[in-house]
């Protein structure tokens, strides 16, 4: 579905990628775990084109989208990203906030758009909330209206940045279960995080990062039982 070839971003003289090659399958749960600075974050928002790889491809259903002529809006519909900080418009109630993306492409009417937004709150456990404002939700409440909202784009690919990384400890794990349900529903998906149980327990392919390389990637329980690099196995160690 989406491939990247020798992938390398710098900001100015810092190299923050280093020829990162990856391939997303449809269906596919990837991990990317790794230290601080590593290049996580990066590595997502070159893929759906927050930023401008100096160099590579990537690949999305056979056409090349980092060159001027691709159009960007495509991917940014079909790829969602949902971020550390959950972003909501303070100013409109959960249920706009899930409808103002569709709504602005035209994706249905108002009566279809609202029913569907209603539908998401209720897969994410907060139908109740639709007329609350997110200031007044707990930050996991706020992450599942975040994830509700990229769900209403209907994406075909997400991409999570350490999506519980913000919330309190008591909080991860209802966020955790969405995107496990996500999972198993078969949405595609790369989610970085620092949640060794969900990578190993719910991904299908886990990616370790350090220094902009991928140092070491294949099935998440086969590296967590027997990292092959030393410095997974450092890595492991000092977070396990
Ligand atoms: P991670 O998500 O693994 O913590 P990041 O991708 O955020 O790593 O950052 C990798 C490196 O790139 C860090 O050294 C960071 O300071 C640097 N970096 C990230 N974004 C920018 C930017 N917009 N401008 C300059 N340096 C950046
Ligand atoms: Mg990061």
């Known amino acids: 579905m989406l491939t990247v070839k020798n992938l390398s971003k710098?900001?100015?003289?810092?190299?923050?990628?280093?020829d990162i090659n990856m391939e997303i399958k449809e269906g596919e749960v990837i991990s990317v775990i790794g230290p601080s600075g590593s290049g996580k974050s990066t590595f997502l928002r070159c893929i759906n084109l927050l930023e401008t790889p100096n160099s590579g491809t990537i690949t999305y259903e056979g056409q090349v989208v980092n060159e001027p002529a691709y159009d960007k809006r495509k991917l940014h519909q079909e790829v969602g990203m949902v971020f550390q900080k959950f972003n909501l418009f303070p100013h409109k109630t959960v249920l706009e906030n899930i409808m103002l993306a569709p709504t602005k492409l035209k994706r249905g009417t108002k009566e279809e758009l609202k029913a569907q937004a209603l539908e998401l709150l209720d897969k994410v456990g907060l139908k109740s909330k639709a007329d609350e404002f997110p200031g007044n939700l707990s930050g996991g409440q706020q992450q599942r209206v975040a994830i509700a909202r990229a769900l209403a784009m209907k994406p075909r690919v997400l991409l999570f940045d350490e999506p519980t990384s913000a919330l309190d400890p008591e909080l991860v794990?209802?966020?955790?279960?969405?995107?496990?349900d996500l999972a198993e529903e078969g949405m595609t998906m790369v989610v970085v995080?620092?949640?060794m149980g969900f990578a190993r327990?719910?991904?299908?392919?886990?990616?370790?990062?350090?220094?902009?390389?991928?140092?070491?990637?294949?099935?998440?329980?086969?590296?967590?039982?027997?990292?092959?690099?030393?410095?997974?196995?450092?890595f492991l160690s000092s977070v396990l």
Not at 10 to 18: D, H, I, R, T
Not at 173 to 180: A, C, D, I, N, S
Not at 213 to 230: R, T
């Open 173 to 180: 794990g209802e966020v955790l279960k969405v995107m496990q």
């Open 10 to 18: 710098s900001f100015g003289e810092l190299e923050v990628l280093k």
């Open 193 to 195: 995080t620092h949640e």
């Open 201 to 234: 327990e719910v991904s299908n392919h886990l990616i370790f990062m350090e220094g902009g390389y991928i140092v070491e990637e294949g099935d998440p329980k086969e590296i967590f039982a027997n990292p092959k690099n030393a410095r997974t196995k450092k």
